[in-house]
């Protein structure tokens, strides 16, 4: 498990978040680039959890969004507005600047036959509370392409994933050895609690086929560190979880 949010993960690398739901950021000469912004309630605790890694808000100097679901956009309209640069794939921004239900596999009479679920109720009232029920849209400042390199702290590069949504990207940062895969994969199923790599649940993903060839994208990559926005992160190259996600 996970140490107590938030905390470094290696050199220069931090989540933050609760054990739901991660989001992390990227230290380069004293500047930080977030990526992914969890839920909206996170905004509450923004400035003590920047504090508690000793940083302070006015370092960041962007936000780069691996996709545009509600759990990892939450804090993206609050950061939009304190000046901080909001960076997505093209295939995602109008899904960020007008958020709205899922469709394919994601749509949600999918969901139906998880209604008797008790960890769905219990995901339901956690997002509810942390203010994911209603996403506010935010215009992103740029929007970027797959295999982009973006000059921004930490140099991430974005490897597109489809998937989970149409613009979904992985973004690796070389400097770090560090690959942040959003929801291309997680490392905890939050339906069923099973823990280790694996393609979150079919009815989260547009197209769960999709989702698992988007797998080879990052088979490849070399890195150290794979961080999920979900489940503690994977200590290993990009090669051996996805491995172990196709095995599940």
């Not at 920047?50 to 990892?72: C, I, N, P, Y």
């Not at 990559?221 to 994977?234: N, R």
């Amino acid at each position: 498990m996970s140490p107590q949010m938030p905390y470094e993960v290696s050199e220069g690398v931090y989540a933050l978040g609760s054990e739901l739901v991660n989001w992390y950021l990227v230290e380069e000469g004293g500047r930080l680039l977030a990526i992914d912004a969890g839920l909206p309630g996170f905004a509450k605790s923004l400035d003590r959890d920047l504090q508690s890694l000793g940083f302070k808000r006015e370092q960041l100097a962007a936000l780069v969004l691996t996709h545009s679901d509600a759990d990892h956009t939450g804090i993206a309209p609050h950061l939009r507005k304190s000046g901080v640069d909001v960076l997505i794939h093209e295939q995602d921004a109008d899904t960020l600047r007008r958020p709205r239900a899922k469709g394919g596999d994601a749509s949600p009479i999918h969901i139906l036959p998880q209604l008797a679920n008790p960890r769905l109720w219990a995901l339901i009232v956690r997002f509810a509370r942390d203010g994911a029920g209603r996403p506010r849209g935010v215009e992103p400042t740029r929007t970027f392409s797959s295999g982009e390199a973006l000059e921004l702290p930490g140099r991430p590069r974005a490897i597109h994933t489809p998937g989970h949504t149409a613009g979904h990207c992985a973004i690796l940062c070389e400097g770090r050895s560090a690959l942040f895969v959003g929801d291309a994969l997680c490392t905890y199923n939050v339906l069923s609690g099973r823990r280790g790599p694996q393609l979150m649940p079919r009815q989260m993903n547009e197209s769960n086929a999709q989702s698992l060839a988007s797998l080879a994208m990052i088979e490849g990559v070399t890195a150290q560190l794979v961080l999920p926005g979900h489940g503690e992160p994977f200590r290993g190259a990009p090669s051996e979880a996805v491995a172990q996600a196709r095995a599940r």
